[in-house]
């Protein structure tokens, strides 16, 4: 599975992105997508899992309320939208694909098998 992240840019606090991740290769749909972020100087941390179908969604606690993820699997394709952005969302974000039957909350990158490049998000404030 191929993976191309896209729809970083800046933003002021308080506005919004959509990130997009397509993928290609592979039955997009049997895997399940998480979105990662790292900021300069700080470890990779898990932002959001979603499961094949689309039925399960995690977040990590800081994001929640503010970030939705989704996917199209007609479009193979994984979304990030993220509402009323603060600085410290400030951070490249890679799309990952895991897979595995059945889904499994997985926040840990060592447990994704594909990455993206990252897209960076830069909130100012």
């Known amino acids: 599975v191929q993976l191309q992240a896209f729809g970083g840019g800046l933003v002021q606090a308080g506005g919004s992105l959509r990130l997009s991740c397509a993928a290609s290769?592979?039955?997009?749909?049997?895997?399940?997508m998480g979105w990662f972020r790292q900021a300069p100087g700080k470890e990779r941390e898990f932002v959001a899992q979603?499961?094949?179908?689309?039925?399960?969604?995690y977040y990590t606690d800081s994001v929640k309320g503010r970030f939705t993820i989704s996917r199209d699997n007609a479009e193979n394709t994984v979304y990030l939208q993220m509402n009323s952005l603060k600085p410290e969302d400030t951070a490249v974000y890679s799309c990952?694909?895991?897979?595995?039957?059945?889904?499994?909350?997985?926040?840990?990158?060592?447990?994704?098998?594909?990455w993206g490049q990252g897209t960076e998000v830069t909130v100012s404030s």
């Open positions: 990952a694909a895991r897979a595995g039957v059945p889904f499994t909350y997985a926040r840990s990158y060592r447990s994704y098998q594909y």
């Open positions: 290769g592979g039955t997009f749909s049997t895997y399940a």
């Open positions: 979603i499961s094949g179908s689309g039925g399960i969604t």
